[in-house]
C-alpha cells in the first residue's frame, strides 16, 4: 500500500525546494541529508512529505518519550490510512539492578510495566514483519536496546485461515508456546479461552479478539470480536496472522539449548571465583544462577531473563544484541529528529549500561553473559543504516560530516517571523540596564526571558526583582516538572512578566509572547554559552514580531560571533522573502482558553494542591468547574457527568491524546470533588 498523506495544508515557503532537495538525495542513493530547519518553519510537515514521496518504510527517532508522543501525534494525523507505529520504553518506572562496592550495597531490579506502550511495542514488530512497506515508526532511543531475535518471532507465527486442519489441542498447545496463556476467568490481552468448538484469542499487541469456529479437526470459520462484548467486528475469509504474546518468544529447542549452556558457564565462574579465593561470590553466582535456571524451566522466564539474552538468540560473546533495526527491510528511511541531542544520547548509551554491568559481574551477581545484554554501540548504529535524515536547527559537527558538509535549508516560516534583532552591550551594570528593558517591555504588553549560568544566580536575580516590585519567578532542572508548566502558563497569561532560567533550551518552548530574551555573561564559554546553545536560547524570542536578543558580554567570543553571524543571514534571507511576496511578520498569539488548553497539564498540580474538596483555594479554580451551567447540576446529573467524561478519558488515552486525557482526567477530579461537595 502507498502512503497517503492527508493534511489542509500545501508546503509553502522553503518548505518546496527542501522537500524537492532531500527526496533527490534520498532517490539518488545518498547515505545521509542534513535538514537545517529554524524554529516554527514546519519540519514534521516537510519530513512527512519525503516519506511519502520515497515510498520508503520510515524510522523517526527522537531523545525522548514527550517529543515521540507529540511526533506520533502529528504523524497519525498525517498519514491516517497507514500503519503509524509508536515504539518506546514500556517502563512507567524502572529502577535497575546494581551493586555499589564502597558501600557494599546491592539494588535490586525494580519495575513498573505499562501494558498500553507494550501492546504498541508487539504491535509496531509485528506490523513490520506483516511485509507492509507503509510502516512508519515513531521511537526514542528504547529502539538501540536488545530484543528478541526476529527470525525467531517470525517463526512463532501462527496462521490462522478457514479450512485449515488443526486439531484443536494442538492449536492450543501452539498457544501457549508463543506465550498466550488459557484464563476462564479475565479475557485480557495474551490470553484464549475455549468453549466447545469455539476458540477466542486476544493478541497481545491488538484492540480486537480472533474467534475461531472448528468443525472436527477443520477452522470453518476465523471472525473478528469486541474481546468485551464478544460482538462479531469482522468475518476473515482470507484467514489472519496470530503473532507472538512476547518479544523474547523461543522454541522448545532453543529453550533447552540455552539452558545447558548457561550451566556450563555458571560452572566455569564459579571456579574462577573459587581459584581467586572469593568463597562469597563463587556462593552468589551459584545460588542466583542455579533459581534462575529453575525458574525458567518451569515457567519458561525468570526475573532479569534479558541477562541471558546471547543464550536464546545464539550469538556469540560479544556480538552485539538484536533490536527493533532487525525488524527493518534493508532499505528503510531513518529519520533523527532533534539530531543535535539525539545522536549524543546513542552514543551515550552504552557506556553507562557497561559500566553498571561490570560491577555486577565482578562482584558474583550475575554471570558474564550479562554484558552481551546492552544497547548497540554508536558503531553498530551507525552500520545498520543505509539512509538517513538529520532534522535539527542547529546541526552537529557530526551530521554535518555525515552528510559532507551539503545541507537542506528550511528558515521561511509561514508567519512571515524574522529571526530576532541581536544587540551585544557590556556587562559592567547589565542587572541595571535590563531592568529598563523589562520595564520597556512590561509596558508593551511583552514578557522577558533571562538565562544565567547558574541556579544560584537564577534565585538570586529573581528575590532581587522581586523585592523591586516585578513579576518574576525562575526555572531550573530542581523545579519540578509540574511546576515548570504552571510557570510557564503564568508567565504566556501575564501572571508574571519576567522568567529567569539557566536553560531555556527547551524542544517545544513556544512563548510568543516573549519579545525580549536576555543572556547574561554571553561571553563566558561553556556548553551554555557555545554556538548551538545561543542560536537556540536566541530562537525563543523568534515568535514574536518584535524579538529582539541582548546579550551582555565584554568580548565577543568565537561562539558569539558564529551565533550572530548566523542568525543575520537566516533574518536576512527571511526578510528578502517577506518583501518579495509581500508577507507582514505577524505574532500568532493565543486567546485564553487556547493557553489554559495548551497548558492544562498544570491543573493536576493545582487540584493536588487543593485537596480536590476545596476547588477555590488560593483564588485558583479549574475553568471546567467554574462553569455555571455545572455548578448548578444535581447529584444525579453530576454523577451522569462524571460518567461521560471517564468514557472520554479513557478513550483519549487509548487514543495517545495525552493532552486532551490529561484535561479530562483533571475535570473528572474537578467534578468528583464538586460531587462530594453536594453530598455533605
Not at 296 to 304: A, H, K, M, N, Q
Not at 464 to 474: A, F, P, S, T
Not at 582 to 591: A, C, Q
Not at 639 to 651: P, S
Amino acid at each position: 500500500m502507498e502512503y497517503k498523506l492527508t493534511s489542509e495544508f500545501k508546503p509553502t515557503g522553503d518548505q518546496p525546494t527542501a522537500i524537492a532537495k532531500l527526496v533527490e538525495g534520498v532517490n539518488n542513493g545518498e547515505h545521509a541529508q542534513v535538514l537545517l530547519g529554524a524554529t516554527g518553519t514546519g519540519k514534521t510537515f516537510t519530513m512527512a512529505n519525503v516519506i511519502a514521496e520515497t515510498g520508503k518504510p520510515a524510522l523517526v527517532l527522537c531523545h525522548n518519550k514527550t517529543l515521540a508522543a507529540q511526533l506520533y501525534g502529528e504523524f497519525k494525523a498525517f498519514f491516517p490510512q497507514n500503519a503509524v507505529e509508536y515504539y518506546i520504553s514500556y517502563y512507567d518506572y524502572y529502577q535497575p539492578e546494581a551493586y555499589i562496592a564502597s558501600t557494599d550495597v546491592f539494588i535490586e531490579k525494580d519495575l513498573a510495566i505499562n501494558a498500553e506502550i507494550e501492546k504498541l511495542r508487539l504491535h509496531t514488530t509485528s506490523t513490520l514483519l506483516s511485509g507492509r512497506r507503509d510502516v512508519i515508526v515513531i521511537a526514542s532511543v528504547s529502539c538501540i536496546y536488545g530484543i528478541g531475535n526476529p527470525e525467531e518471532f517470525a517463526k512463532n507465527v501462527i496462521f490462522l485461515k478457514p479450512g485449515m486442519k488443526y486439531t484443536r489441542n494442538n492449536l492450543l498447545y501452539q498457544f501457549v508456546q508463543i506465550l498466550y496463556s488459557r484464563t476462564e476467568v479475565e479475557f485480557t490481552r495474551g490470553s484464549f479461552r475455549v468453549k466447545g468448538d469455539t476458540v477466542d484469542v486476544f493478541p497481545a499487541y491488538a484492540d480486537y479478539a480472533i474467534r475461531l469456529y472448528f468443525f472436527g479437526d477443520e477452522i470453518e470459520s476465523v471472525h473478528k470480536i469486541d474481546p468485551v462484548s464478544g460482538k462479531k467486528l469482522s468475518d476473515e475469509p482470507s484467514g489472519l496472522a496470530l503473532y507472538p504474546a512476547n518479544l523474547f518468544v523461543t522454541g522448545k529447542e532453543t529453550l533447552n539449548s540455552a539452558i545447558k549452556q548457561i550451566q556450563d558457564d555458571m560452572v566455569q565462574q564459579h571456579a574462577y571465583f573459587e581459584k581467586e579465593g572469593r568463597d562469597s561470590e563463587a556462593k552468589r553466582i551459584m545460588e542466583r544462577t542455579e533459581f534462575d535456571l529453575e525458574m525458567i524451566r518451569e515457567l519458561g522466564y525468570c526475573s532479569g531473563i534479558e541477562n541471558y539474552s546471547r543464550y536464546f538468540d545464539g550469538r556469540s560473546p560479544g556480538s552485539r544484541p538484536f533490536c527493533l533495526l532487525d525488524y527493518f527491510p534493508d532499505d528503510y528511511l531513518l529519520v533523527v529528529d532533534e539530531s543535535h541531542a539525539t545522536m549524543p544520547q546513542i552514543r551515550a548509551m552504552w557506556g553507562g549500561d557497561r559500566s553498571r554491568k561490570t560491577a555486577l559481574i565482578e562482584y558474583g551477581f550475575r554471570l558474564p553473559s550479562a554484558l552481551d545484554n546492552r544497547p548497540l554501540t554508536f558503531n553498530e548504529f551507525e552500520s545498520m543504516y543505509r539512509q538517513a535524515v538529520f532534522v535539527s536547527a542547529t546541526p552537529s559537527d557530526y551530521e554535518l560530516a555525515q552528510a559532507d558538509g551539503v545541507v537542506v535549508e528550511q528558515i521561511i516560516r509561514p508567519t512571515g517571523l524574522l529571526d530576532p534583532e541581536i544587540d551585544i552591550r557590556p556587562s559592567i551594570n547589565q542587572i541595571d540596564d535590563l531592568l529598563d528593558e523589562v520595564d520597556n517591555r512590561v509596558k508593551m504588553g511583552d514578557r522577558v526571558l533571562v538565562t544565567t549560568l547558574t541556579k544560584r544566580m537564577a534565585e538570586e536575580l529573581s528575590k532581587y526583582m522581586d523585592r523591586l516590585g516585578i513579576k518574576v519567578e525562575y526555572v531550573h532542572s530542581d523545579v519540578k516538572t509540574l511546576d515548570r508548566v504552571e510557570i510557564l502558563r503564568k508567565l504566556r497569561l501575564g501572571d508574571i512578566d519576567v522568567l529567569i532560567g539557566v536553560n531555556l533550551l527547551r524542544e517545544g518552548l513556544d512563548l510568543p509572547e516573549v519579545s525580549l530574551v536576555a543572556i547574561l555573561d554571553a561571553d563566558k564559554e561553556g556548553f551554555l554559552r557555545d554556538q548551538r546553545s545561543l542560536i537556540q536560547t536566541m530562537g525563543r524570542a523568534a515568535r514574536n514580531d518584535k524579538g529582539k536578543v541582548i546579550m551582555y558580554a565584554d568580548r565577543i567570543t568565537g561562539s558569539m560571533q558564529r551565533a550572530i553571524d548566523e542568525t543575520n543571514r537566516r533574518r536576512a534571507t527571511q526578510a528578502a522573502y517577506n518583501e518579495t511576496h509581500g508577507i507582514t511578520p505577524r505574532t500568532v498569539r493565543k486567546s485564553h482558553a487556547e493557553i489554559m488548553g495548551q497548558t492544562d497539564l498544570a491543573d493536576y498540580r493545582t487540584i493536588e494542591a487543593a485537596g480536590y474538596g476545596n476547588l477555590e483555594a488560593d483564588g485558583v479554580a479549574l475553568a471546567m468547574a467554574a462553569e455555571p451551567v455545572v455548578a448548578m447540576m444535581n447529584k444525579v446529573e453530576l454523577e451522569k457527568l462524571i460518567k461521560t467524561t471517564e468514557k472520554q478519558m479513557e478513550a483519549a488515552a487509548k487514543d495517545l491524546d495525552f493532552l486532551t486525557a490529561a484535561r479530562l482526567r483533571d475535570e473528572l477530579a474537578a467534578l468528583k470533588g464538586m460531587l462530594k461537595n453536594k453530598r455533605e
